[in-house]
C-alpha cells in the first residue's frame, strides 16, 4: 500500500473515530436528558395524585372525583396509567387501565423500602412512591411510554448515520487531497533523486522553503550525496592507485621471469632476479594484508574486544616490528607518569588490532621524516591512557588533517612516497572500535603528532 494511501486511512481512522465519539456522546447524553426529564414528569404526576389522595380515597364514593381529575389535565402523556397500592400489595385504584393491572410484588416491595424508586416495566417508564395520609399509607405508581423520546431518538439515530456517511465521504476526499499535498515533497525528493542516481552524482535536491521537516531531510539527503560523492572519488583514486601497484610489481616479476627464461644464466644472477621478484612479492602481501584489515575492522569485531591488553607491551612490540621490517628506522620510546598498579595500563580489547594501529602510525612517522626517526610516549593512570606518536617528517596542512583519516586518500606531498592511503582510516577505526580518541597536530616542515586517548 502506498504511503499516501496509509495516511488517508490514517486521517479517514482518526477523524471519523474523533466524529463518531462525539455523536455517540451527544447522543447519549440527549436520551439520558430525555429520560430524567420523562422521570421528573411521573415523578411530579405521583405527587400530584398523591396530593388529592387524602381526600379522594378514603371516601369511596369520591373515587370518581380523582379519576375526573386526573382526566381533566391537558398534560397527559401516551398510555399514561396511575395505580394505587395499599401497604398489603392491594390495587385499590387503576387510571387508564390500558396495559397493566398490577405490578410485580418485589418492586412493590423495593418501593416500600426506598420510599421512591424509578423502573422499567417493557417499553414504559414508572416511577412509585409511597404516601403516607394521616390514617394510612399508599404506594402510588405512574408509568406511561416516552413516545416522544423514542421518535426523536430513532430519527436521530438515522440523521447521525447519514451524517457520518457524508462525513466519511467528506474526510476521504479531503483527507486524500492532505495526504497527496503533503507527499508532494517527498515525491519530488524521490523524483529528484532517481535522476541523480547513479549517474550525475554531481547534483544536488533543491532546497525547501522554511525550516521544517522536509527541509531538514533534504539538507541531510545532500549532506549525504556530498559523502557519496566523495566516496566515489576517493575508491575511483582507490582503483586507480591499487591498480598501479598492483601493475608495477606484476609487471616487474613478469619481465624478471622472462628475461631469466631468454639466456642459461649464473647461479649468482638467477638468485639476484629470485631476490628481485620476492621483493615485489612482498610488496603485494603488504597491499593485500592492508585490504584485509581494513575489512575486518569495518566488520563487527565486538566479541573480539575482550581481553586485557597492556599498553606499553604493546609498544615495545610495535617498535620491535617497524625496526625490524627497515633496518634504517629508529623508534625512541620514552614512558612517563607511570602508575605502580599494572592493571591501569591495560584497556579492553584487540591486541592484534591495536598493534596494527600503532605500527601503522609509527611507520609512517618514520617514513616522511627525513631523519626515519619516530618518537612513542606513554603516560596512564587509572583514569585514562595517552599514547603520543610524533615525527620530524613534512607536517600537514589543515585541509589534509580533514581527508587523512578518509579510506585511500593521499596527499599530493606523499604521491612519491610509497603507500596505498588505506593506514590511517585502519587506524582510526581501531581506536573508535576501542572507544579511545585520536587528534592530530601538525605543523608544515616540523612535523606531524598524532595522540591516542583511551578513558577507562
Known sequence: ????????????????????????????????????????????RAETVANWLEQTIENHENIRLLERLLKSRKD??????????????????????NVYETIDTTRLEEIKLQGKSEFMV????????????STQSYIIIALARDE???????????????????????????????ARKTMEPIEKISQELSRIFPK????????????NEISQLSETINQLLNRVEEGIHLQQMFIA???????????????????SLLNERTNANYKHTIQSVLEDTTDLIELVQNLLNLSRADGDINHLLVEKVR????????????????????????FTALPEDPEHLCVVGSDALLKIALFNLVENACKFSSDNEAFISLSASAKQKKINIRDNGIGLSKEEIEKIFQPFYRSEKSASIKGYGIGLSLVDRIVKIHKGKIEVNSKLNRGTNFTITFDT
Not at 417493557?122 to 395520609?133: E, H, M, N, R, S
Not at 601493475?247 to 613478469?254: A, E, K, W
Not at 620491535?320 to 620510546?333: G, L, P
Open 1 to 44: 500500500m502506498s504511503l499516501r494511501k496509509q495516511q488517508t486511512l490514517r486521517f479517514v481512522a482518526v477523524v471519523s473515530g474523533i466524529l463518531f465519539t462525539a455523536l455517540v456522546s451527544i447522543y447519549y447524553f440527549i436520551a439520558y436528558f430525555l429520560d430524567e426529564n420523562f422521570f421528573r414528569r411521573l415523578n411530579n
Open 76 to 97: 397527559q402523556m401516551p398510555s399514561e396509567e396511575t395505580l394505587i397500592y395499599t401497604l398489603k400489595n392491594k390495587l385499590v385504584f387503576i387510571f387508564n387501565n
Open 122 to 133: 417493557d417499553d414504559f417508564k414508572a416511577v412509585g412512591i409511597l404516601y403516607k395520609t
Open 148 to 178: 416522544y423520546a423514542m421518535i426523536f431518538l430513532k430519527q436521530m439515530r438515522w440523521m447521525m448515520l447519514a451524517l457520518i456517511a457524508i462525513s466519511l465521504f467528506v474526510v476521504t476526499i479531503v483527507g486524500w487531497v492532505y
Open 200 to 211: 550525475n552524482t554531481n547534483l544536488r535536491l533543491s532546497k525547501f522553503e522554511g525550516d
Open 241 to 259: 592507485n591499487v591498480s598501479h601497484e598492483l601493475q608495477n610489481p606484476l609487471t616487474s616479476i613478469s619481465s624478471q621471469l622472462e628475461v
Open 311 to 334: 599498553i606499553d607491551d604493546i609498544i615495545w612490540e610495535v617498535h620491535d616490528m617497524v625496526t625490524s621490517n627497515n633496518a634504517h628506522y629508529k623508534v625512541h620510546i620514552h
